[in-house]
């Protein structure tokens, strides 16, 4: 398997509480994988230590070479992230904030170039987002900003796509828009990796990372019923999986 991501024993450590412990892991690349698990469970540590965002132990190869031997904006070309619930640049355009998508791609202080204005444009339109490009970001509503930093992330045209509960505050529309996007993105070669509490839609990605207490439980096909008995262990059984015509559903028990 050619991996996109690789962690060996990778250990983070947040104030006085290790968060993460000896995770090792390799994320496939051109395909979805979906990181899910309880409150508290790692799964944004890892993501972000995945990113190179955060201090840690152990190794992280992003396509095949450690995170630490990547030139900063080479390293930011290749890997783009979507944070869970970002705050700041309210005061933004619509069209500033996706343009900051391609920061890794601009000379110091240069102007946006022909291709740049247009990687913004069609992630504006890829996220409908195009017609609220002179609003502020601050004006916006929850979904809608959403959709803004979810076009920043598209924009950079990165190898590798990291997006940490990119569903928060959207409406079921605009999810199964989502889902189309990352579809289209790994028919392209592309690798994501999304944090995801939606389990019904967690289970559309082709592999599924099954995190609790700071460990990796279970790493595997989202179709493999092995899969589905570590989510419902995980969950405490408090959620039954079952096939509803070719698709997997997460109930409540
Ligand atoms: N700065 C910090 N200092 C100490 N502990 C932290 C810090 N940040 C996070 N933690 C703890 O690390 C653990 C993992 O947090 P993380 O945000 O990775 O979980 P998560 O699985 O993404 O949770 P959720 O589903 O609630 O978003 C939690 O117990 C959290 O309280």
Redesign the pocket.
């Known amino acids: 398997m050619n991996a996109a991501l690789q962690t060996t024993a990778l250990g983070v450590v947040?104030?006085?509480?290790e968060?993460?412990h000896g995770v090792s892991i390799a994320l496939p690349a051109a395909r979805w994988t979906s990181?899910v698990?309880?409150?508290?469970?790692?799964?944004?540590?890892?993501?972000?230590a995945l990113a190179g965002l955060l201090p840690h132990s152990g190794e992280v190869q992003l396509l095949g070479r450690p995170l630490a031997a990547w030139r900063g904006r080479e390293r930011a070309r290749a890997l783009a992230w979507l944070g869970?619930g970002e705050h700041g640049a309210d005061d933004l355009s619509v069209w500033d904030v996706a343009m900051l998508g391609r920061l890794p791609h601009q000379a110091w202080l240069a102007q946006p170039s022909a291709a740049d204005r247009a990687a913004v444009e069609q992630a504006l339109r890829a996220t409908q987002a195009w017609d609220w490009r002179e609003r502020a970001l601050g004006a916006l509503s929850g979904g809608e900003r959403q959709r803004v930093l979810l076009a920043r992330l598209l924009a950079v045209n990165a190898q590798v796509l990291l997006m940490?509960?990119p569903l928060a505050n959207l409406d079921p529309p605009h999810q199964a828009d989502w889902l189309q996007l990352v579809r289209g993105l790994v028919a392209q070669g592309k690798t994501v990796v999304s944090?995801l509490?939606e389990i019904g839609v967690a289970l559309h990605a082709d592999r599924l990372l099954v995190?609790d207490q700071?460990r990796v439980r279970h790493h595997g096909a989202c179709d493999d019923p092995a899969t589905h008995r570590a989510l419902e262990a995980v969950f405490d059984h408090r959620i039954a999986i079952h096939q509803l015509n070719d698709r997997w559903v997460a109930l409540p028990v």
Do not use: F, M
């Open positions: 947040l104030g006085e509480a968060v993460l990181v698990g309880p409150n508290g469970a790692g799964k944004s540590t890892l993501l972000k869970q940490d509960e944090v509490h995190v700071g």
